[in-house]
């Protein structure tokens, strides 16, 4: 005999956990199925925690949290083959409990989420595959599982189920996953004592820095790199877009990227020592406010990745899955509440709560960044190398004048770059940001 | 019949890292699973349960986390699940783990006498293989370890023939019921759970017992005040000098590849090629 519960939620990354949690706060009968082995087993992340989402959801969180290093000080490199220009930006205001954002290990991070989903009261079960949607139809009113005996029911069925999100591709509420919105990224974890750590980057106890990279470590792909102090290990990796890695010609795969990025001058002396204790690689949907599909439906809501729920240009993502879970799950208590059934109408809420929230209105914001970048790869190539080459002509000191070497930094962009090029560049740019 | 099955929650040691300065375990982050060689113990014990009907019960003693490794054995099939659980236990070696366990079977047995108890061949984080006779020799148990079949189990007259894997050869042996068993790996292959077993399980309120529960009589005899043993070093193997070489071998056919290998593998180790020969014509 088949169950039926309140809420299915398909996947234990943030947002589905997000949406677990809940919802089985709020009473809601709900279960959790997961892929992996257990939860976190195949989730990947940068991974910087931005307190705010999950406080909205578990308020005391950093009670208990595996947090590893809160961040003081975000640091932006734009990088040429040899050297680099940054800016810095580092605050004792960052120092200031209750803390913004924090370094996390996903796999200590995961585990920690859905033991909290647990005492919530959700049902969790791990290494079952959902199939499929069951329909009553045109509305969703089930999943089916790997397993024998593998339908159980639902009023509503969340899909949380990331970045590829099959699930939702085969029942057609989207299309297949295009090459050009998502990037792939891969990252190492490097142990390291704590000390070398703190040391190297000017830190003491839990304080934690970031580091933002672009320019020619992507290989004229865009795409940009990251650093990231654990409590005991960096974090370092790159990605770039998929249909770049398909076109570009030099047919750099992510590994040998990340290889030479490790080997640039700059990167090289902070993570010299370093013994690799992890390495992942993943998907992430990057096609902005323009990819994302229909985010509800009869008995449906899609959360997290796998509505393409990413913020590229802030590299945001766990807080968007997080808050679209939550969201979700709401949706579904008022539902219940309410006695209506769960047909579209009555989950419509869902939609309008995100175009409410910072996730929409962010990804609106930057609904033309993708394409901006995109289309001018200038902005990995040309410009990081004129940078870096001008900071090079105006602080070596070698008896010519300051006038000339401003002529020569001047020509120099004019020479890579027609005026109307610059000029346009520069537009396009502020159209995007605006 | 009743079958109590005993498990361990192990870190999953394909995961495992040493810690490059102090040589301990680094057990941050390395998912926690039930002992793979208990799963055997568990398939045969189900198995059993399959023909002969009656009561699978899983023990384990552990930290409370364990609970997830005794669910995911209810999920497989067992009935029951009893997690042994209290800070008293805490640096348990293999002797205080067997006094705990056997206890803890002595008391289960009050609730439904056992017939058989299971346990895997040993831990992957141990690698002692003690527990399971520790056991059965603080019952008064029979004991088969290392089984690799059980060839037949006669309810009637309580007995049980087995094949145990033993150095050079299969023995076939027939003891009295009830005995301890101890199962190889390989020998039998763990059933995929059907998905109302997975909620079961998710569901399923473990027991949990403390020393008290359990029947602890002597709590000198658990923990690590009833833990003779010692460590006094640890340390990480020394790295072999030899190493392994890459070669890579460019050929059309299949027999070219092979000739090539061989001949770079003569080129490496020069006096090989006359060993060979010579042995051959002796």
Known sequence: ?434 | MHIVVCIKQVPDSAQIRVHPVTNTIMRQGVPAIVNPYDLFALEEALRLKDKFGGKVTMLCMGPPQAEDALKKCISFGADDAVLVTDRSFAGADTLATSYALAAAVRQLGKEQKVDIVFTGKQTIDGDTAQVGPGIAKRLGLQLLTYVSRIADLDLENDTITVERRAEGGVQVLKTAVPCLITMLEGTNEMRFAPLENMIHAARYPVRKWNKEAAGIEDVTKIGLKGSPTVVSKVFGPTPRAEKALMQSVEDATPRDVSLNVIQKIFTQHPTLERDILAKASV
């Open chain 1, 1 to 434: 005999m088949s169950e039926k519960f309140d809420v299915i939620v398909v996947g234990a990354g943030p947002s589905g956990n997000a949406a677990a949690y809940t919802a089985a706060k709020a009473g809601l009968s709900v279960l959790q199925i997961e892929r992996g082995e257990y939860p976190g087993s195949k989730n990947v992340q940068g991974a910087i925690l931005y307190a705010n989402a999950l406080e909205q959801i578990i308020p005391d969180f950093r009670d208990d949290a595996p947090l590893e290093r809160h961040i003081i000080e975000q640091r932006m490199w734009v990088l040429d083959d040899e050297s680099f220009v940054g800016t810095h930006f580092r605050s004792d205001d960052y120092n200031k409990p209750p803390y913004n954002r924090y370094t996390i290990i996903r796999a200590q991070f995961d585990k920690w989420f859905s033991s909290k989903v647990k005492e919530a009261g959700a049902l969790v079960i791990c290494e079952t595959t959902v199939e499929c949607l069951l329909m009553d139809g045109d509305q969703v009113v089930g999943v089916r599982c790997d397993r024998q005996g593998g339908e159980v029911f639902a009023d509503v069925v969340i899909l949380a189920d990331g970045v590829n999100s099959t699930l939702a591709r085969k029942a057609g509420f989207h299309g297949e996953i295009q090459a050009g919105n998502v990037a792939l990224a891969v990252k190492e974890i490097l142990f390291m004592p704590q000390e070398t750590i703190e040391a190297r980057f000017n830190v003491k106890d839990e304080e934690g820095v970031v580091i933002e990279m672009f320019g020619k470590i992507t290989d004229g792909l865009m795409g940009t790199g990251f650093l990231y102090t654990n409590r005991d290990s960096i974090t370092l990796g790159v990605g770039c877009m998929l249909s770049d890695f398909k076109q570009n010609p030099n047919r750099t795969s992510p590994y040998a990227m990340l290889e030479k990025m490790k080997a640039h001058p700059s990167i090289a002396p902070m993570i010299a020592g370093g013994e690799m204790k992890e390495y992942c690689a993943h998907l992430i949907p990057e096609g902005g406010f323009h990819a994302v599909p229909k985010v509800f439906g009869n008995g449906w809501m899609i959360v997290g990745d796998s509505g393409g729920f990413v913020n590229a240009v802030h590299r945001e993502g766990s807080n968007l899955a997080m808050t679209t879970g939550r969201l979700a799950a709401e949706t579904a208590i008022a539902a219940k509440a309410a006695g209506k059934g769960f047909a579209a109408k009555q989950l419509a809420g869902y939609k309008s709560a995100l175009d409410e929230s910072f996730v929409m209105k962010d990804l609106h914001k930057y609904r033309d960044m993708p394409s901006v970048f995109h289309d001018n790869s200038q902005f990995f190539t040309t410009y990081p190398e004129l940078v870096n080459r001008a900071a090079r002509t105006m602080l070596t000191v070698d008896g010519v004048d300051k006038k000339t070497k401003e002529k020569e930094i001047f020509s120099s962009f004019r020479k890579s770059r027609s005026l109307a090029g610059l000029a346009g560049d520069a537009f396009k740019l502020w159209r995007a940001f605006r």
